[in-house]
Structure formats: C-alpha cells, structure tokens
Nanobody, 124 residues
Framework: QVQLVESGGGLVQPGGSLRLSCAAA????????MGWYRQAPGKRRELVAA????????NYADSVKGRFTVSRDNAKNTVYLQMSSLKPEDTAVYYC?????????????????WGQGTQVTVSS
C-alpha cells in the first residue's frame, strides 16, 4: 500500500556532505512521524533523526547532533536528511521510516513503513 523510495547515498570523504531523500507514495491519507535510521555491519539499527508531522518536534541521536539536519516537505510526503562533517563511523545503510495512515477498502489503517535502505560510506 505504501512505498518509501530513498535516494542520495554514496561514497564521500571524511568531512564531506550528503543529502538523503525519501518519498512516500501510495494510498496515503496522512504521514505522521518521518525519520531516518541506520545500521552498520554487526550493529543494531539505530535512530538517526525523526520529526513529527508539523516538523515541530525533532529527535536526533547524540552522535549526529550539530552535524545532521532532518526536514520534510509535507506536500510531497518527503523527508530529507542533510549530513555534514561526515565521519567514518557514520558509514552504514540508512533506512527511511514513516508512520502513515492509509485508506483502502473503506477503512483507515495506520502502519509503520520502511524504505529499502541506501548505503552511505565515509572513507578516504
């Protein structure tokens, strides 16, 4: 019912920047919390940044505060992650996450959705 399509990952040198994008598509009524998680090899998936529908409340992992900025465009059901001053320890697969309300078969349904993941590698 809902697809999250990510883009913007890649290889970047330490100190560099990248911008990730994630667009939600489907039978969407509203998109509530949107955000980004990441998973490095051998580690658990962790929250990177998230914000609520009105973009009033943001939540960042301590390790990215001051370097990463999460934002969203509600008209496009899209969330962004601007990453700056990247470090090798930021290397991971980054996953988009969204809590979405849909309408199908005359019913409203709330669900939690994930993107397919995009690789970010920080290396010289």
């Amino acid at each position: 019912q809902v697809q999250l399509v990510e883009s913007g990952g890649g290889l970047v040198q330490p100190g560099g920047s990248l911008r990730l994008s994630c667009a939600a598509a489907g039978n969407i009524v509203s998109v509530r919390t949107m955000g980004w998680y990441r998973q490095a090899p051998g580690k658990r998936r962790e929250l990177v940044a998230a914000l609520n529908a009105a973009a009033e409340t943001t939540n960042y992992a301590d390790s990215v505060k001051g370097r990463f900025t999460v934002s969203r465009d509600n008209a496009k059901n899209t969330v962004y992650l601007q990453m700056s001053s990247l470090k090798p320890e930021d290397t991971a697969v980054y996953y988009c996450n969204a809590h979405v309300m849909t309408f199908s078969n005359r019913a409203y349904t709330s669900g939690n959705y994930w993107g397919q993941g995009t690789q970010v590698t920080v290396s010289s």
